[in-house]
């Protein structure tokens, strides 16, 4: 069983919280957008009220070890949370103590000097190079400066690393508590009913676009065992055609998925594009026409769908009672290239009985770009996270992990 952060007593306890602080930044060094830390606030506010020592933990970006120690220098430097903690105060309206150190003094003093309330956030986890390996004497360490663990970070419960899965298990093992925080528990309970929907709850269908094919493409087989269809978009589909034997022009293909689409495409369940808008160059388009997607012309790229596929795929939406959305349909963040991913935001707003779920880092922020995030029932904070709920029926390390 699992227990929720509610159950936990804390007053005057250290209580380690795993959140998601992996924010997008600006070239010049400024927050972008700061979701993943409001996201996180209402765990936090939570601890803070009961009087906890609040001490905050998450990644940023990656830190490449294999690299020279300048090169690993100016990474660190790069996805350094201090701009984290600045913004973090700010929302809270209160300090945020933050420690440069991820070990020795500085972190254990900081922490000691905590009154009932406070909040600390150690700098970015990766710093240390145990972190992504899980290394148990990093994980024993960091364990030993709480007396209780919180995780928050949905977006990394599909990683099995110190914060997320050493921690905990180290501090089950000395008899300390481990709970979820109320983010992961919204993200359960969504996608929960998106891992296996009753009949009632059918048709099911989930819509898989975005560019990451070669990691998406294993989802495809769980979703297609789940769900009544899946209709693909975005880069992927053009696999798809290539699969069928069409002409693919320059469009975005993995050569060596080509059987395995034929074989997702024996199962009946996938719907394609039947209409692609492409494109004469991905840089800087001159030429842009709506084609078939079996007269896709030498030397152009597809670049989104055709408005015949938004009404063929809006009439699967029109119709599901469950919806799974990852990955936009076209590259949406060039103009004259959104209107598939729009026209889909458009027919799931308008499906007002559906559970309605998006997942996936550029597909929530289309969501929210365009604005229909408050006509879905959940956006995920979870990209890798939410696929693989859904293809593992929730079984993520970051979770198990929690259970007595
Ligand atoms: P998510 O973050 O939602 O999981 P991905 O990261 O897999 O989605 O993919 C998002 C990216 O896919 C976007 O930047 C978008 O421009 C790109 N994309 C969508 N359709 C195409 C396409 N036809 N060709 C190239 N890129 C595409
Ligand atoms: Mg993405």
């Known amino acids: ?178 709970a979820y925080g109320y983010l992961v528990e919204k993200e359960i309970k969504a996608l929960g009913r998106c891992v296996n929907p009753q009949p009632d709850e059918r048709p099911y269908i989930a819509i898989l676009g975005g560019l990451k094919v070669s990691s998406k493409i294993q989802v495809i087989d769980s979703l297609l065992k789940k769900c009544d269809n899946v209709l693909i978009c975005g880069a992927m589909a053009y696999t798809f055609f290539r699969a069928q034997g069409y002409k693919t022009g320059t469009s975005y293909v993995e050569e060596d998925q080509l059987d395995y689409a034929r074989k997702c495409l024996a ?24 084609v078939n997607v079996y007269d896709l012309p030498d030397g152009m790229e597809g670049m989104d769908i055709g408005p015949n596929t938004v009404d063929v795929f809006s009439a699967y939406i029109k119709n599901a009672k469950t919806i799974f959305w990852n990955g936009p349909c076209g590259v949406f963040e060039k103009p004259g290239f959104e209107k598939g991913t729009l026209g889909i935001c458009k027919a799931i707003a308008a499906n007002k009985s559906a559970f309605s779920v998006v997942g996936g880092g550029d597909s929530a922020a289309a969501v929210k770009q365009f604005g229909y995030a408050d006509k879905f029932s959940h956006v995920s904070t979870g990209g890798g996270a939410s696929l693989e709920m859904i293809q593992f029926d929730g079984k993520l390390p970051g979770l198990e992990v929690l259970d007595d």
Not at 275 to 285: E, M, R
Request: charged letters at 30%; zero cysteines.
């Open 267 to 290: 199962s009946g369940k996938i719907i394609l594009p039947n209409q692609t808008v492409v494109a004469d160059s991905f840089d800087d388009p001159k030429v842009v026409k709506t």
């Open 1 to 178: 069983m699992k227990h929720s952060v509610d159950e936990l007593e804390v007053k005057g306890k250290k209580v380690i919280v795993r959140v998601d602080f992996n924010v997008p930044f600006k070239d010049d060094g400024t927050i972008r957008d700061d979701n993943r830390i409001v996201a996180a606030l209402p765990t936090i506010k939570t601890l803070i009220a009961k009087g906890a020592k609040v001490i905050l933990m998450s990644h940023l970006g990656k830190i490449d070890f294999k690299k020279t120690p300048e090169e690993i220098e100016k990474a660190k430097k790069k996805n350094s949370l201090a701009p984290v903690a600045v913004r973090l105060g700010e929302l809270l309206g209160k300090e945020v103590v933050f420690s440069n150190a991820t070990r020795g003094e500085e972190l254990e003093s900081k922490i000691a000097s905590l009154k009932d309330g406070d909040v600390l956030l150690m700098q970015n986890s990766r710093y240390e190079k145990g972190e992504s390996k899980n290394d148990p004497e990093l994980s024993a360490y960091w364990a030993s400066l709480g007396d209780a663990y919180v995780m928050d970070a949905f977006g990394s419960a599909h990683r099995a690393h110190a914060t997320t899965v050493g921690i905990p298990s180290e501090m089950k093992k000395e008899g300390k508590p481990v």
